[in-house]
């Protein structure tokens, strides 16, 4: 089993559409969770830390369900340049950082 | 602006040929990491680097060594080529050890061995 799974997509919305996706990791001793994202033929940046409480910047919100142990990204107000490949990388206890293959969104207008 | 330098984007290489990627990082980490990039399979560690002169193996390190002989330089070396290697090659540093800080990506190097 992979360490970070996610669902490849693409999820192709509208604009202004809100779109929302999940991410199962199978430690349930990971530490820390992020989202990055990757434009095609970029390389990843950080989009944004995921915290126990769950946490919002601007129009994203990340969420982390330890019972279920999966993390989501939700994107609201969706815009043509949110299209990208949102990749999850969880940190296991012995600071391992696992990633998953990514998730691609397409925005069209 | 923080900067993470890979000296090629694309390259074309033959099977058994030696390959050197290089990475240059500005930005004074002392954390450095080489990955591989491939389609249904997320990014790979191949091997991280903590200190000057200081290497360790990451997930699939067969058939890669690397160099780190100052601190903002580190370089990946395949010793002999193979068609499997073909890949998309990602350098990043960090200011942290690995998983507890923001990682910082280089542009990538695209190989292609035939």
């Known amino acids: 089993r992979k360490e970070v799974e996610q669902d490849p997509g693409p999820f192709n919305v509208p604009e202004g559409a809100t779109v929302a996706f999940n991410c199962t990791y199978s430690?349930?001793?990971?530490?820390?969770f992020f989202w990055y994202r990757q434009d095609c033929r970029k390389e990843p940046k950080l989009l944004m830390s995921v915290y126990s409480s769950g946490n919002e910047d601007g129009r994203f919100t990340a969420q982390l369900n330890r019972a279920s142990q999966y993390i989501s990204l939700l994107i609201r107000d969706s815009k043509l340049s949110d299209s990208a490949t949102y990749l999850c990388?969880?940190?296991?206890?012995?600071?391992?950082?696992?990633f998953g293959a990514g998730t691609t969104v397409t925005v069209r207008a | 602006d923080v900067k993470v330098t890979q000296s090629s984007r694309y390259l074309v290489k033959r099977t058994g040929e030696k390959v050197f990627l290089e990475c240059v990082q500005d930005?004074?980490?002392?954390?450095m990491f080489w990955y591989r990039q491939d389609p249904g399979l997320g990014l790979r560690l191949i091997y991280f680097?903590?200190?000057?002169?200081?290497?360790e193996k990451g997930d699939i390190p067969e058939g890669y060594s690397v160099s780190r002989e100052k601190k903002e330089r580190f370089s990946l070396i395949l010793e002999s080529a193979s068609t499997n290697q073909t890949s998309m090659y990602l350098c990043?540093?960090?200011?942290?050890?690995?998983?507890?800080?923001?990682?910082?990506f280089g542009e990538g190097s695209r190989l292609t061995v035939l």
């Open positions: 930005m004074d980490h002392e954390n």
């Open positions: 680097s903590y200190d000057v002169k200081m290497k």
């Open positions: 430690n349930s001793a990971s530490q820390s």
């Open positions: 990388v969880v940190n296991s206890p012995s600071y391992k950082l696992s």
């Open positions: 990043a540093s960090s200011r942290t050890t690995q998983g507890t800080g923001e990682l910082f």
